[in-house]
């Protein structure tokens, strides 16, 4: 009985030691790096002339984007880089920022930009598309 058992154990390790080498592949995938157009000019995009343009043309918008501008600074935003939620909420709750965006919202109406234009190019140009 012994000898059975050795002689299977002894087949057992041959069989092992001599396996068939199994071919392993791991596939890889990575993303395909393609030649593009060269990023073009933000400021060349029509829709923003257009906004430019109906904004140059009236004072009144051109001040209320400076007073803006001057408030945030006052109040400690910094207005060369996009605000944080935290920043965002402060700046719904502050009373002088939010009179002075609304003053902004009425003279950029008055210069002929429709309410949701205005606030798409300030998106496009938060996200740095534009």
Partial sequence: ?????LATSCGLRASLARRTPVARRFIHSSYRVLASEA???PFADPAFKAFQEKVNNHE?????IMALG???KTKGFDTSKQPSMTQM????????LREAAQTLMSE???????????????QKANSGQL
């Fill in 1 to 5: 009985m012994r000898s059975a058992i």
């Fill in 39 to 41: 990023p073009k000019d």
């Fill in 60 to 64: 009144g918008a051109i001040k209320a």
């Fill in 70 to 72: 001057e408030v945030m």
């Fill in 89 to 96: 909420a402060k700046m719904a709750m502050d009373k002088e």
């Fill in 108 to 122: 950029l109406q008055k210069a002929g930009v429709d309410p949701k234009e205005a606030m798409e190019m300030f």
